[in-house]
């Protein structure tokens, strides 16, 4: 007998019902996103991860949306949930990326980039992200690279 007199089976399938009322709250998040009613979005990516915590993508679309409202601090928080949730979301290391680089967070910024290149090397955004971050740094010879690397990938 499982947890409050229930069997494994009906905990189970409790459990998968809140998952994919989760998934509604995501999807709605989604399509109101996309619309411009972030703060909207925000309220349904909200309640996803009230009934699923592990929603990877609605701690990125979350972020994407708090992005837009200039949450910037709080957007980062997000973006750092679902990479540890999924650390291969290239899309968050990216976001993440360009948000701490809104922040003059050059060197946290550059590491989030270094991210989707390991595992990306053909993504041109990460090689051009990353020579603007070390431009910001004047370290302009690897901002360079970055440039050519980039410009080399987009041809």
């Known amino acids: 007998m499982g947890l409050f007199g229930f069997g494994k089976s009906k905990i189970d399938e409790r459990k998968e019902d809140l998952i994919i009322q989760g998934k509604d709250w995501y999807d709605k998040g989604n399509s109101l996103a996309k619309l411009g009613k972030d703060q909207e979005a925000i309220a349904c ?16 679309n979350k972020g994407n949306s708090l992005a837009k ?18 650390p291969k979301d290239l899309r968050a290391w990216s976001n993440k990326g360009f948000a701490l680089n809104k ?37 302009y010879d690897e901002s360079i690279a970055c440039y050519d690397k980039a410009l080399s990938l987009d041809s």
């Open 45 to 60: 990516y909200d309640k996803a991860l009230s009934l699923d915590s592990a929603n990877w993508g609605a701690w990125t």
């Open 103 to 139: 922040l003059e967070r050059y060197e946290e910024s550059i590491r989030c980039y270094n991210q989707v290149i390991r595992f990306n090397p053909k993504d041109h955004n990460a090689w051009f992200s990353r020579g603007n971050a070390l431009a910001s740094l004047r370290k």
């Open 69 to 86: 409202l200039g949450e910037d601090e709080e957007t980062i928080v997000c973006y750092s949930q679902a990479i540890r949730l999924n």
